[in-house]
């Protein structure tokens, strides 16, 4: 028995190794930074390298490099170029693809900027950036070259801007926090607040949080409420029992003028990132269209992820897959729309409410949404068909018993609703339509503000995603 466990540790310890040896033989640890624009409008689309850079470090993944967790609306792929080899695989979504759903595109031709990160090749690397349809088909495509050689990429470091760690999930110095119980995995200790040392940014997934219409003399507000995204994001399940697979660094971006800018009072402020409200016309859709500035804000910060953090009292936000997450710091719904909006973020979840009001269907009838959220039927056992419990009708007929979320008097008929979020079915209505689209749960965070929890499916989720980024 003993020998078979040793057997087992070495065979672990040789593919940790042999993975760790793959990264270094392709790519030197630094951050290539790839900056595009996506143009076009409902019809058409096209695709424009602009500029490449480099910074100091990589803070991505070192493993699965050729795999991804979730499919997007957009892929960038790193080949290398002499043989063709796929080194890197990152999917995406963006702001443009959600403009070409919308009226205006259907006459007129916009652009909209894309930065995206990638690890720094030792070789030469072919890239093709896809942008994929609401069918799941590729739309748009562009292939280039990178050479490392090249005298043309510009070198980023501190720009200058402070930073601080909000929380550490895990520092350089607390390596023996791992537990090697289950091989390929790794398990983390608790800790009671940041910890002492170098956050460590190769095991944990590096958050940033950018600080939007703060001026100078509001820093002090913008720490704090910094920490109240770490302590509103970490109190929902299962990101409070992942905390310590996370590092969220503070970055004090200053503005000249607070707040945001609102165009429908005609209010434009002088930001570091230019969000603003009236995003597609709608007055709550609050959120940036220069990703070019934000990824300037952050050349000196390691992150995967981005908060950027809006000093406003209004409501607004959104979230955009593997590109940024925008919520305002003062509204009473602060809490909700935050981890609402992290959830499209980081784990690609779908909107699970519906209203009808769409210019164009977002999830046609004979494509399955790559939301792990969300199903057509065409492919449910993809989905969370293992997780229904036997005899589910499907579709599910939601429980009358449920009290309507605009309607709760009492504690009662609160935890009547809460306790719905745990029942998982196949309800119609989902991804704004009422019809043809199903969610796993009557209701959920993914739905309303008014629940606490996250469904069952969206909890699996957002485990399944965090494991992909952190267990080797």
Not at 131 to 160: E, Y
Not at 313 to 340: A, R, W
Request: with cysteine.
């Amino acid at each position: 028995m003993k020998r078979t466990v040793i057997a087992l540790l070495l065979v672990a310890v040789a593919a940790l190794a042999a993975v760790a040896q793959q990264f270094e033989d392709y790519f030197d640890g630094r951050t290539l930074r790839l900056d595009y624009i996506f143009a076009g409008n409902n019809r058409d689309q096209q695709i424009f390298f602009e500029q490449a850079y480099c910074t100091p470090c990589w803070a991505g993944r070192k493993s699965r490099l050729a795999d991804v967790p979730l499919k997007g609306n957009g892929q960038i792929q790193v080949k290398d170029h002499a043989t063709g080899q796929v080194l890197f695989v990152h999917t995406f979504s963006t702001l443009f693809q959600e403009w070409q759903a919308t009226e205006e595109a259907t006459r007129v031709n916009r652009a909209f900027a894309a930065s995206y990160n990638v690890p720094m090749p030792k070789q030469p690397v072919d890239v093709t950036v896809s942008l994929i349809d609401f069918h799941g088909k590729v739309v748009g495509s562009m292939t280039h070259t990178v050479d490392p050689s090249d005298i043309l990429i510009r070198q980023l470091g501190d720009n200058g801007i402070p930073y601080h760690y909000v929380w550490k999930g895990k520092t350089v110095e607390t390596q023996n926090l791992a537990s090697q119980d289950e091989p390929g995995k790794r398990n983390y200790e608790p800790t009671q607040g940041p910890l002492d040392g170098e956050p460590d940014i190769t095991q944990c997934i590096d958050l940033a949080i950018v600080a939007e219409g703060y001026t100078r003399a509001q820093m002090g507000k913008f720490y704090a409420d910094c920490q109240r995204v770490v302590d509103a994001l970490f109190a929902h399940e299962p990101f409070t029992s992942l905390k310590n697979r996370f590092n969220v660094v503070a970055v004090a971006a200053e503005s000249l003028t607070s707040g945001p800018s609102v165009p429908h009072l005609g209010r434009w402020s002088a930001t570091p990132v230019g969000t603003h409200y009236d995003t597609f016309y709608s007055d709550r859709y609050l959120m940036t269209q220069d990703i070019h500035r934000l990824y300037d804000v952050l050349s000196g910060v390691p992150f995967e992820h981005i908060i950027v953090l809006v000093n406003s009292d209004t409501y607004g936000g959104g979230g955009i897959y593997n590109q940024l997450t925008v919520t305002t710091s003062d509204h009473p719904t602060f809490h909700q729309v935050l981890v609402h909006e992290f959830g499209h973020a980081y784990a690609g979840l779908g909107d699970e409410y519906f209203y009808d009001d769409g210019y164009e269907t977002m999830y046609p009838a004979d494509t399955e949404p790559w939301e792990p959220n969300l199903t057509t039927l065409v492919d449910f056992q993809s989905k969370w068909a293992d997780m229904l419990p036997k005899g589910t009708p499907v579709p599910t007929p939601p429980d009358p018993k449920v009290p309507n979320y605009r309607k709760i008097t009492n504690d009662k008929e609160q935890r009547l609703l809460d306790a719905a979020t745990q029942r998982v079915g196949v309800f119609e209505g989902g991804g704004y339509q009422s019809k043809g689209v199903y969610r796993p749960a009557q209701e959920c965070r993914m739905k309303i503000n008014e629940v606490t929890n996250f469904c069952p499916v969206c909890s699996r989720a957002i485990q399944r995603i965090t494991d992909f980024y952190t267990s080797h």
